[in-house]
């Protein structure tokens, strides 16, 4: 008697089902759900990288105006370049650029009472919030204005 046949079942042509693989209808089909999920994903993904680089912005703001209350209180002027750093880079329309670059920080204005403070952003892909400002007051604000911060940027 012939021994019964161990092993794999085997297809018409001989080869083991495990190693039939994918149809193409099977691989479109992941490719669609892959596309919806990435089309689905990556605006928020977006949204919440603009978000961290706002959170820069905010941080190099609150820095350098903290520098030059720091100033005031010692020199009694904000606009004391001899003695504070921060108002010898911002004098006469001077700028630096935040720690990753994402903005430029400059005084809109700077006298021995009073700041303003601009946060530009250099490759302007934030129609939300291309610019943010603080002041001596502490009044923050953006698209120009300190006093109200309409798109709530801050």
Known sequence: ???AAVGR???DNGRSDRTRGFTLIELMIAVAIIAI???IAYPSYRQQVLKSQRT???TALSDAAQRLERCYTQFN????TDNCTIAGTLDSGGTYDTEEGHYTISAVTLTATAFTLEADRKDNDDS???DMRINHLGQRGSDGSVTTDTHDCW
């Open 37 to 39: 999920l990435a089309t």
């Open 9 to 11: 079942i085997r297809s």
């Open 1 to 3: 008697m012939a021994p």
């Open 77 to 80: 002027a904000y606009n004391d």
């Open 56 to 58: 820069e912005a905010k």
């Open 128 to 130: 939300r919030c291309p």
